[in-house]
């Protein structure tokens, strides 16, 4: 599956922007679905993700309250809302999707087979 991430912007401290991740050519169904970032200097994280069943989300714990995962299978779309913004989660923002994650390594970037390029989120103080 081809992944095409969007959304991204230069926001305020405590604004908010939502991510949208689309699939080409096919839906999510059966996939893991996962959003990382990735800092300047610093390594790829989790942010927030699906299992295969979409049946649960899953939140790193620096988000969990502020961030929301949502699914539309109508248009096979993944959203990040991100609400209360700071600067410290100025990063790239990347989507992913596997049919092969099990989930207890749905935090782990090395699950991930398919990857959308990047979208910049900036947060200024």
């Known amino acids: 599956v081809q992944l095409q991430a969007s959304g991204g912007g230069l926001v305020q401290a405590g604004g908010s922007l939502r991510l949208s991740c689309a699939a080409s050519?096919?839906?999510?169904?059966?996939?893991?679905m996962g959003w990382f970032r990735q800092a300047p200097g610093k390594e790829r994280e989790f942010v927030a993700g699906?299992?295969?069943?979409?049946?649960?989300?899953y939140y790193a714990d620096d988000v969990k309250g502020r961030f929301t995962i949502s699914i539309d299978n109508t248009k096979n779309t993944v959203f990040l809302q991100m609400n209360s913004l700071k600067p410290e989660d100025t990063a790239v923002y990347y989507c992913?999707?596997?049919?092969?994650?099990?989930?207890?390594?749905?935090?782990?970037?090395?699950?991930?087979?398919?990857w959308g390029q990047g979208t910049q989120v900036t947060v200024s103080s």
């Open positions: 992913a999707a596997s049919t092969s994650v099990i989930t207890s390594s749905i935090r782990s970037s090395n699950s991930y087979r398919n």
């Open positions: 699906f299992p295969r069943s979409h049946s649960a989300t």
């Open positions: 050519g096919r839906t999510f169904r059966g996939y893991a």
